[in-house]
């Protein structure tokens, strides 16, 4: 079949620090340190030594550098969007975005 397997987005092989946050069984958030190996619009492949479980939903903090971008002030934005889990392995786990976000500048 053609275009199976083609990715309907581009992905960028891009290492983004990331904080990953999950409420654990309501009992509180934990919170989970990991970088981005490749990144698109619609989700990215976080390494990391404890993947979640499929289907765990979170919120996700990646923070972008913005060196090349003069005309947002400050060296650095944090995106905030939600995702969830669609597969695991040995090197990390693969996170599908929600279409909602938010970017924001971080303060120096």
Not at 18 to 37: E, K
Not at 38 to 47: E, V
């Amino acid at each position: 079949m053609p275009g199976l397997g083609k990715r309907k987005l581009e992905r960028f092989p891009l290492e983004l620090p990331a904080r990953i946050f999950v409420d654990c069984d309501g009992t509180g958030t934990d919170c989970l340190d990991a970088v981005t190996i490749d990144i698109s619009a619609g989700g990215a492949f976080f390494h990391t030594d404890k993947p979640l479980p499929v289907g765990t939903q979170m919120e996700v903090d990646l923070i972008l550098p913005l060196d090349e971008l003069k005309k947002i002030e400050g060296k650095r934005a944090n995106i905030k969007v939600k995702g969830a889990v669609i597969r695991t392995g040995e090197r990390g786990m693969a996170i599908v975005f929600d279409k909602k976000y938010r970017i924001s500048p971080i303060p120096e």
